[in-house]
Structure formats: C-alpha cells, structure tokens
C-alpha cells in the first residue's frame, strides 16, 4: 500500500547492528512490521539475533 494523502515518508539510514533500537524507536506500524521482519530473516539466515 502507497502512503496517505497527509503521509510524509522519510528515509533514514540506520546501521543493521542497531536493529533492535530501530525496532524499539519505531512509531509506525507498516515500518514497525518492516522491521521486525528483517529482524526474523537475518535469524533464520545468519542465527544473528
């Protein structure tokens, strides 16, 4: 799903080490799930958790 109409999207860089910080800083839903996905796929992959 694309953005609201009132939605302003900001890209920010954020170090793969600081994932977990990402996640718990996070106040978006859609972003928040984003998160915790690739937080799931690089332990399944990598066992980093």
């Given amino acids: ?11 920010v860089p954020w170090p793969l080490a600081r994932l977990d910080d990402a996640i718990e800083q996070c106040e978006d839903a859609k972003s928040l799930i984003a998160l915790l996905w690739l937080a799931g796929q690089r332990q399944l992959a990598y066992g980093v958790p």
Avoid: K, L
């Fill in 1 to 11: 799903s694309g953005p609201d109409e009132d939605e302003r999207i900001e890209i």
